[in-house]
């Protein structure tokens, strides 16, 4: 049983397309987030949702549009992207009273050509 | 400033031996929780270790240890008898305010460890 899944895990895509990247999690977490990690490995939060409500948005250009229909699910959906946006995008949920945990996803890596 | 530091960005070890990765800490909270991730090469994010800043033992887990100094704000991953599964990239990273709070974590820029044979 995976706890946190996201899909698709390789996005391969051209310029000035639009995308989604599916994010579930089956922990009953109440918090969701994504995070980017660049070639450089480095990982730095975009959003994240508490019980379907945006509590972090940080400076990520408008093209990127979290949607959080329940609080199991997160998804990130872009637009135009640039050559810039190709990274390594990771889900990830935890539970705000209770366990400690960060639980994250396989990551979605994409690729903009 | 930096929330996280880590100041290695590759070590080597040989196997069976142990391995300390350095991590500093940045901030003016009271309450704060810090955590390590390995990140092999297939690219997941593997949780090892949790600490908490009121925690007064150095958390454990099987091979891994916390060595937690407050005073001087940091929080060391060190792995006994390094196996070659190991190899991994390191991350140390910070969830500030209190447990109850929907606060996201802030990672360093990892270390790369590679376990020699």
């Known amino acids: 049983d995976t706890a946190v899944s996201q899909t698709p895990k390789y996005l391969v895509t051209q310029m000035g397309n639009d995308k989604s990247i599916k994010c579930e999690q089956n922990l009953g977490h109440d918090t969701m987030y994504w995070y980017k990690q660049d070639s450089k490995k480095f990982l730095k939060i975009m959003f994240s949702y508490n019980n379907k409500e945006l509590i972090i948005n940080e400076t990520v250009p408008n093209r990127f549009s979290p949607k959080s229909p329940d609080k199991a699910h997160l998804n990130l959906h872009i637009n135009s992207l640039e050559l810039g946006d190709s990274a390594v995008y990771f889900c990830?949920?935890?539970?705000?009273?209770?366990?400690?945990?960060?639980?994250f996803g396989s990551g979605t890596r994409l690729t903009v050509v | 400033a930096q929330k996280i530091t880590q100041t290695q960005p590759g070590m080597f070890v040989q196997e069976k031996e142990a391995v300390t990765l350095d991590c500093t800490y940045d901030t003016s909270d009271q309450s704060y929780g810090l955590f390590w991730y390995k990140q092999p090469s297939s690219g997941e994010m593997i949780f090892l270790i949790y600490q908490g800043s009121y925690d007064e033992q150095n958390a454990t887990e099987g091979r891994y240890s916390l060595n937690f100094q407050k005073a001087r704000k940091s929080a060391n991953l060190v792995i006994s008898a390094s196996q070659l599964g190991d190899s991994a990239m390191y991350f140390c990273?910070?969830?500030?305010?209190?447990?109850?709070?929907?606060?996201?974590?802030?990672f360093g820029s990892g270390t790369q460890l590679t376990v020699l044979p």
């Open positions: 990830a949920s935890s539970q705000v009273r209770g366990p400690y945990g960060y639980t």
């Open positions: 990273a910070m969830r500030e305010g209190l447990r109850g709070s929907a606060r996201q974590l802030t």
